[in-house]
């Protein structure tokens, strides 16, 4: 077996054991709606929040030790030490039968989300660097798992719920995951070779040092939003769709796995671009398209009823007339808009952009004596805003995607600027990002709280992408101030 042989065989099971973990990662998504929406418990918005959030934070935070153990020891042992570990609370969660107890398996099992840290870092040790870039990328395609969950998961609910006429049979769901997670971890242990970096012979204090560089909580932050925030919708997704546009539980979680779904794939794609193109070119454009996007997604389902243009008297007098079409105070007519029914069905149609109506209502009498400059005629708005489903789903899609390419593109940076410390840096760079898609759905559940509207999580992503490009575009232009003509062409040719 040679080199690129064996490189190839660990790449595909290094994604499959992924896959399978991020399947597990983001379990809460699916069950925690199913179990609210079928009242088996009575957990608020911020709670739900909570518990979507809860695994994802245990993944992040055992990303930088499982990356430092993948330099140190290699990925297999790790790799199926983390499965075996995280069957555990996931089997255990099935018995639980309040929110707490809920929460702390949810902690437990939360750890498959390291596995990447240990994927990442047990791939790129196979490849060289020209090729790292596409090998990274398709190893991340393992967030299509995701996928998985929000659209197998509703069937499979349905499935062992009878239809959910014997709700209590959603706790054979964890049972499976974790039997899932077990098989894996023997497949993985007899198909790998064990394989460490150079760097595995250093001290845990020397493989730390990256970490001062403030490059490494650049990358983070944008991994927090390309990652993190959409590990946070794949969950999220599902109770928004469900509460927003009223779909079923499976017609939500096939939308969510939409999302889901071309974000995976598309990573490798992104791998593709970044080591064509360079990684750098590539992040300026997902970070504006996520922002132009963004404020698309913040303009809510609406239906409004306002003030609007009014008729006031132009001189004093009395009112001789009264009539649908007008109103007459001695000798001057006033033209009255009346209202239709235009609207009256509108959301039943398919409208991409907002309906508007006005109208007046009057408000004198014939033989009233008004005052210059009166109103007599009170103005009316009615604006209705579809935010069509279709248009939603699609445009969520499109985010999701250019996020996908920019996961591909984050982690095509860290081989290049620390090769060998990827499962270091890598591993910082994913807990950033891992904490990204803990406190995004606890705080979508804060905004739609004080809100009251589903699409103010945008406002979030909104505030993050202008966060990020502008960080990186002003380190850019004072990294393009010092250097020299010479210099500033090499660095623009620079994949990092």
Sequence with gaps: MNTTQGANKILFINTLAFTFCFAAWLLNGILVTF??????????????????????????????????????????????????????????????????????????????????????????????????????????????????????????????????????????????????????????FLTTKNKKPASSSKTIKAMMVPLKSIRVWRFGLYYFLVFGCFVAFAGWLVPYYTNVYALDLVTAGILASCFSLPSGIIRAF?????????????????????????????????????????????????????????????????????KTDKLANVDEGFHIFPKKESWQEVLVEKGDVVKKKQLIAKGNTHIFFQANLWIFAIVAIIIGSIWGIGKAAVYKHIPDYFPEEVGVVGGMVGVLGGLGGFFCPIIFGYLLEGTGLWSSCWILMLVLSAVCLIWMHRVIQKMADKATPQLVNKFENENG
């Design 35 to 188: 179990l609210v929406d079928n009242q088996v418990f009575s957990w608020s918005a911020v709670e739900i929040g909570w518990l979507i959030g809860i695994p994802v934070l245990t993944g992040a935070i055992f990303r930088l030790p499982a990356g430092v153990l993948t330099d140190k020891l290699g990925g297999k042992p790790v790799f199926t030490g983390l499965l075996l570990l995280c069957a555990v609370p996931m089997y255990l969660l099935s018995y639980a039968n309040d929110f707490w107890s809920f929460a702390l398996c949810s902690l437990g099992f939360g750890i498959a989300g390291a596995s990447f840290a240990v994927g990442i870092a047990f791939s790129s040790i196979w490849f060289p660097k020209e090729k790292q870039g596409v090998a990274l990328g398709i190893f991340g395609a393992g967030n299509a798992g995701a996928a998985i969950t929000t659209l197998v998961g509703p069937k499979l609910l349905n499935f062992l719920t009878d239809n959910k006429t014997n709700l209590d049979g959603w706790r054979d769901m964890p049972k499976i995951y974790a039997g899932v997670l077990v098989l894996m971890a023997v497949v993985f």
């Design 270 to 338: 992104g791998g593709w671009l970044s080591d064509k193109v360079g990684a750098r070119k590539v992040m300026y454009w997902v970070l504006g398209s996520s922002l132009i996007f963004s404020a698309i997604l913040i303009i809510p389902k609406m239906d409004i009823y306002s003030a609007g243009k009014g008729i006031m008297a132009k001189a004093s007098g009395t009112v001789t007339n009264v009539t649908s079409d007008y109103i007459e105070v001695e000798g001057v007519k006033y033209a009255v808009k009346a």
